[in-house]
């Protein structure tokens, strides 16, 4: 792929993100956000960060890897107990890193 194309698909990623984000404030400048809607929305963050973290930790060089064998996996679980126990982010992520870091030496 050549440095036009990649150009060109970053401008219309952004026209599109702009147009999406633009279409909810148009939506409800002038009237309140429905309280189902506005619960829905509380979730987005989470399912986005979700769909990024979860295939990095499950996958290893393109295969489905769920064993004890993958140190990915076994941090990532750690840091989910330690940010539903916590919820620190920076607790979370600094055991996560160091389980991960610690079985990467050992395994």
Known sequence: MDATAILWITVATAIGTFLLRLSFIQVFANREVPPILEQ???????????????????????????SLGNERLIA????????????????T???????????????
């Open 40 to 66: 829905i929305l509380r979730y987005v963050p989470s399912a986005a960060v979700s769909a990024i973290i979860v295939p990095a930790i499950v996958f290893t060089e393109e295969t489905l890897d769920v």
């Open 76 to 91: 990532g679980l750690l840091a989910l107990v330690i940010a539903v126990r916590t919820r620190s982010f920076p607790l």
């Open 93 to 107: 992520v600094g055991i996560g890193m160091a389980t991960f870091w610690l079985l990467r030496a050992v395994m």
